[in-house]
């Protein structure tokens, strides 16, 4: 048996793995309501990701940075988890979030897509702190 020939199986694992983890996400990711609109679509940048297909949860660690357009909203995190089911952002680790020229900084900050509502939390010793810009 060639040394081809005995790596092949494990080429084929790999590869069946690939489509399969991009079959998840497209599950995850692909909603027919939403495609015709890509105003609705979030982007999630870090410098580790992953997804799973059966619970519906993208965390991602590292770098991470979060713009949603629609809602006119930019993050940045430690650590942040998407439950697209509930439709719902967990941010974890220095989360920063900026909101038309306004701004919040926490710890800890769980965002309600639907509701447009935001919960942060901080440790004891560093309290939530946010800017509003005032308009006159």
């Not at 991009?22 to 870090?46: E, K, V």
């Not at 799973?52 to 430690?78: D, M, R």
């Not at 650590?79 to 919040?104: C, P, W």
């Amino acid at each position: 048996m060639s040394d081809f020939e005995m790596r092949a199986p494990i080429f084929r694992l790999r590869v069946n793995l690939v489509c399969i983890t991009l079959l998840g996400l497209g599950a995850i990711f692909f909603n027919p309501s939403q495609a015709q609109d890509q105003r609705q679509s979030l982007t999630l940048r870090a410098d580790i990701q992953t997804a799973n297909a059966k619970t519906g949860i993208i965390t991602a660690a590292g770098n991470v940075q979060i713009v949603y357009p629609e809602h006119q909203l930019k993050a940045t995190a430690t650590k942040a988890q998407y439950f697209s089911r509930e439709r719902r952002i967990l941010m974890e680790g220095d989360v920063l979030i900026e909101h038309e020229g306004n701004n919040i900084q926490a710890d800890k900050i769980t965002y309600l897509i639907d509701e447009g509502q935001l919960k942060a939390e901080s440790e004891a010793v560093k309290a939530v702190e946010t800017n509003v810009r005032i308009s006159e």
